[in-house]
């Protein structure tokens, strides 16, 4: 299933050749998240490092959500990182407002 307009995928390679398993993975705008099932985790760690996704479980379900932990995709994937301090800045802007409320001195 090679669906390039579809927003998320499934793909499934049992034995397969792990190069092609990447670029069947990143050969998408998308990149949300995604997940790696492997024996080996030296692989599989190998593997979700080669990923272009903005998460990357391995031996897990693709999505995980912890209000500490910073959420995000890449590419045509959401708008930022969600959750965490992370989030705050996304959204927002510093600004510094101060008020006088008493009568001050300048020197000009």
Do not use: C
Not at 20 to 46: C, P, R
């Amino acid at each position: 299933m090679r669906p390039s307009r579809d927003r998320h995928r499934a793909e499934r390679l049992v034995g397969g050749d792990v190069d092609e398993a990447v670029e069947i993975a990143n050969d998408t705008e998308y990149g949300l998240s995604g997940a790696v099932h492997s024996g080996d985790l030296g692989t599989a760690k190998a593997i979700a490092d080669r990923m272009e996704t903005g998460n990357v479980h391995i031996n897990d379900q693709p999505i995980n959500d912890e209000a500490h932990v910073p959420f995000s995709g890449v590419g045509a994937s959401g708008v930022g990182h969600y959750n965490s301090d992370a989030f705050l800045s996304e959204i927002t802007e510093t600004k510094w407002i101060s008020i006088q409320h008493e009568p001050r001195e300048y020197p000009f």
